[in-house]
Nanobody
Framework: QAHVSESGGGSVQTGGSLRLSCAAS?????????IKWFRQAPGKEQEGVSC?????????WYEESVKGRFTISRNSAERTVYLQMNSLKPDDTAVYTC??????????????WGQGAQVTVSS
């Protein structure tokens, strides 16, 4: 069954780093879908964090609050998209979920969702 799955969540102190991974179950998903990271903090709505385009689409997008701290990248050999998170803050605490999506325009809904990974940043 086609899907994406996350790994790499955990707990760190303020200023620490974590790297989240989003593995695609097939080359079809990896090659033809953009990958977007979402997060949802307790009591808050889900928000987009970062997105990377598919194939030759070089689009990369970051939510304003993570610019300069988070880096999204692709590894074709592993069919995996990474979200490197540095200089983490308590406000980054949330469940992070990756999704396969048609593009990074922000106007389409994800096609495949991962199961979510908890990221906790303590002060």
């Amino acid at each position: 069954q086609a899907h994406v799955s996350e790994s790499g969540g955990g707990s760190v102190q303020t200023g620490g780093s974590l790297r989240l991974s989003c593995a695609a179950s097939s080359e079809l998903i990896y090659d033809f879908y953009a990958i977007k990271w979402f997060r949802q903090a307790p009591g808050k709505e889900q928000e987009g964090v970062s997105c990377i385009g598919s194939g030759r689409d070089t689009t990369i997008w970051y939510e304003e609050s993570v610019k300069g701290r988070f880096t999204i990248s692709r590894n074709s050999a592993e069919r995996t998209v990474y979200l490197q998170m540095n200089s983490l803050k308590p406000d980054d605490t949330a469940v992070y979920t990756c999704a396969a999506i048609a593009d990074c325009s922000g106007h389409v809904s994800p096609r495949y969702w991962g199961q979510g990974a908890q990221v906790t940043v303590s002060s």
